[in-house]
C-alpha cells in the first residue's frame, strides 16, 4: 500500500503541475508601462481610438495619428466628430499592441484639443505626410488609404492638435 500512495501523491503533483502551468497561461502578468514605454508605444504606433463626448454621449472611433512631444497630432474634415470636438475638447486617445489575448501593450492618453492653422496648420500637415510616408515605406501601412495624398489640398480638412496632459500604460506577458 506504501507504494500505491507514493504513486497517488505523485499524480496528484502532476496534476497540480499541469493545472498550475494551465492556470498561469490563462492569467498574465500585467504591470504599469514606463514613460519611455509609452512614447516608444506611440511613435511606433498610427492607429488608434479617439474618444470624445458628443453630446451626452461617449463616442469612440478609429482614427490615424501621429505623436511628437506633447502632443498628438490628427487631421480629419468637417462633419459631426469635429463639431463635438469643438464644442468639448477634452479628448481621449487609446492605443494598443496586441500580440495574443495574454500578451499586450495599452497606452491611454488624455489632453485638449485644438484647431490649428495658419503657419501651425502647415507644420502639422507637413509633419503627418512625413511621419506617414516613413511608416508606409517601413511597413507598407497606408497603400490603401487618403493619407498618401496631401490631405491641405482637399476642402474640409481640418489639423488638430491635442496638447497632452497626462497618459498612462499597461502591458500584460
Known sequence: MGILMEIAVYLCFLIHVLLFEQFATLSPMTGQLTKEEIANLLEASAFGHLGYVDGKEATVLPINFAYKGNAIFIHTYEGKKLDAIRENPF????VEK???PTSWK???VHGKARELSGKEESEAAQFVLERFKGLEAKHGLFASIRWGQDPSEKKGVVYLEIKIEHMSGRYAE
Request: aromatic share 0%; charged share 0%.
Open 91 to 94: 479628448v481621449c486617445l487609446q
Open 98 to 100: 496586441i500580440h495574443s
Open 106 to 108: 495599452s497606452v491611454l
